[in-house]
């Protein structure tokens, strides 16, 4: 099983402010197959990158992915009030056994 | 639009069986593989199931390997979770996710349910 880990645990920052989430595997990631979520609280969780860098259907273009292998990143190029969340990777290989990071929340400063 | 709209989660003793259901609408069910991920209250979240479209192909994580089965009716749009031997560590909120590209299970989850709660306890 692949083991996803995320950092940092808690990011504080402001409105306009840049937000940097890496997401690390235990090893290598088939394919780029690597996607990221949202979670607000009471919410289910959104889709917002699949294939490490490709943004799904209505996500705004301040959110963008990179990355291969094993080191994977999130960036919120000016975080906007709503983007102030819990933010998740997630593998999807071709082997069975897919697995979330535990998550990296980000809180107003 | 899609809609995932689960049901059936409810307070259950340790040992004991529920089945979940998910009901889809908005986009053509049979096409898609269909998953089970579930979120412990205060916790992240963890992939459970997964069926193809069709229903030909099921994953299931280790935690619930042998105890849990996934299935569909695409006559129905309808996702299922088999749940039996429940213990206290399967207490979750459990969410139907729709698989983002058409037949394969290797895939991102592009739309969720509302979740279903799930408690086993005594």
């Known amino acids: 099983e692949i083991v996803l880990t995320q950092s940092p645990g808690t990011l504080s920052l402001s409105p306009g402010e840049r937000a940097t989430l890496s997401c690390r595997a235990s090893?290598?990631?088939?394919?780029?197959?690597l996607a990221w979520y949202q979670q607000k609280p009471g919410q289910a969780p959104r889709l917002l990158i699949f294939g490490a860098s490709s943004r799904a259907t209505g996500i705004p273009d301040r959110f963008s992915g990179s990355g291969s292998g094993t080191d994977f990143t999130l960036t919120i190029s000016r975080l906007e009030p709503e983007d102030f969340a819990v933010y998740y990777c997630?593998?999807?290989?071709?082997?069975?056994?897919?697995?979330f990071g535990q998550g990296t929340k980000v809180e107003i400063k | 639009e899609v809609q995932l709209l689960e049901s059936g989660g409810d307070l259950v003793q340790p040992g004991g069986s529920l089945r979940l259901s998910c009901a889809a609408s908005g986009f053509t069910f049979s096409t898609y593989a269909m998953s089970w991920v579930r979120q412990a209250p205060g916790k992240g979240l963890e992939w459970v199931s997964a069926?193809?479209?069709?229903?030909?192909?099921?994953f299931y994580a280790d935690s619930v390997k042998g105890r849990f089965t996934i299935s569909r009716d695409d006559s129905k749009n309808t996702l299922y979770l088999q749940m039996n031997s429940l213990r206290a560590e399967d207490t979750a909120v459990y969410y139907c996710a729709k698989g983002g590209r058409k037949t394969t299970v290797i895939t991102s989850l592009d739309y969720w349910g509302q979740g279903t709660l799930v408690t086993v306890s005594s």
């Open positions: 997630q593998q999807y290989g071709p082997s069975p056994g897919w697995t």
């Open positions: 069926v193809s479209g069709g229903g030909g192909i099921t």
């Open positions: 090893q290598s990631v088939s394919s780029s197959y």
